[in-house]
């Protein structure tokens, strides 16, 4: 049981390259997610999705896009980076119950990708 | 807009003293409050949370309450201890309770021996 697993964890990039990050888990989540974390921002929402078949944009969705495919697996891709997402992203998933009450959400152990 | 603020940006404190951290959120709708901790080039580890059908939840040093009338929870620490030493981030789900879980901005907290 490797919980979330994302791949790759160190890349560096051109300006104008375009890269895909991947995510996956194995607990079974219904819901995934992708955030940024930039010093002295936090954690920021870029998209997520509740389940399979849907996504949703973030609080910084622009210059990104994502798949969702399958249950399993979540995927980020900048199709033509830029310096500003210079960061560390964190692929995420949660299970969702019935109750509508919140569960915990898993991390992933990070991606630094520097853009330069 | 839809957010979560957090403070304080930074927080130290001497070993063995009490540390609280507080976040206001914007959608009364939210029902779900987890508190994060993440240690130096780590990944964000789950401390604690609490739903919108309690107001305050325990777990040895750690506690949160939350007052959703007023919108806002906190998290206590109390023994601080060296460990302890790390970023802290409070979170919501908004939009009606929903699967968008956002962020605040982290308070970095120092214990001093």
């Known amino acids: 049981n490797a919980g979330v697993t994302q791949t790759p964890k160190f890349q560096v990039l051109k300006t104008g390259q375009s890269m895909t990050l991947q995510c996956a888990q194995d607990?079974?989540?219904?819901?995934m997610y992708w955030y940024r974390q930039d010093p002295g921002m936090g954690l920021r929402l870029i998209y997520y999705?509740?389940?399979?078949?849907?996504?949703d944009k973030g609080e910084v969705p622009n210059g990104y896009n994502v798949s969702r495919l399958n249950k399993r697996e979540f995927s980020l891709r900048l199709e033509s980076a830029a310096p500003s997402q210079t960061s560390v992203y964190f692929c995420?998933?949660?299970?969702?119950?019935?109750?509508?009450?919140?569960?915990?959400?898993?991390f992933g152990e990070g991606s630094w990708l520097t853009v330069v | 807009g839809e957010n979560v603020e957090q403070h304080p940006s930074t927080l130290s404190v001497q070993e063995g003293d009490s540390a609280v951290i507080k976040c206001t959120y914007s959608?009364?709708?939210?029902?779900?409050f987890p508190w994060y901790k993440q240690e130096l080039g780590k990944r964000p580890q789950l401390i604690i949370d609490?739903?919108?059908?309690?107001g305050e939840k325990k777990d040895q040093r750690i506690a949160v309450t939350l007052n959703k009338t007023a919108k806002h929870f906190s998290l206590h620490i109390t023994e601080t201890q060296p460990e302890d030493s790390a970023v802290y981030f409070c979170?919501?789900?908004?939009?009606?309770?929903?699967?968008?879980?956002?962020f605040g901005k982290g308070t970095k907290l120092t214990v001093n021996p």
């Open positions: 995420a998933s949660r299970h969702t119950s019935g109750t509508g009450l919140g569960n915990t959400i898993y």
């Open positions: 607990m079974n989540h219904n819901s």
């Open positions: 999705s509740a389940s399979e078949g849907t996504t």
């Open positions: 959608d009364s709708a939210s029902n779900y």
């Open positions: 609490i739903r919108s059908n309690v």
């Open positions: 979170a919501a789900n908004l939009q009606g309770g929903s699967e968008k879980l956002v």
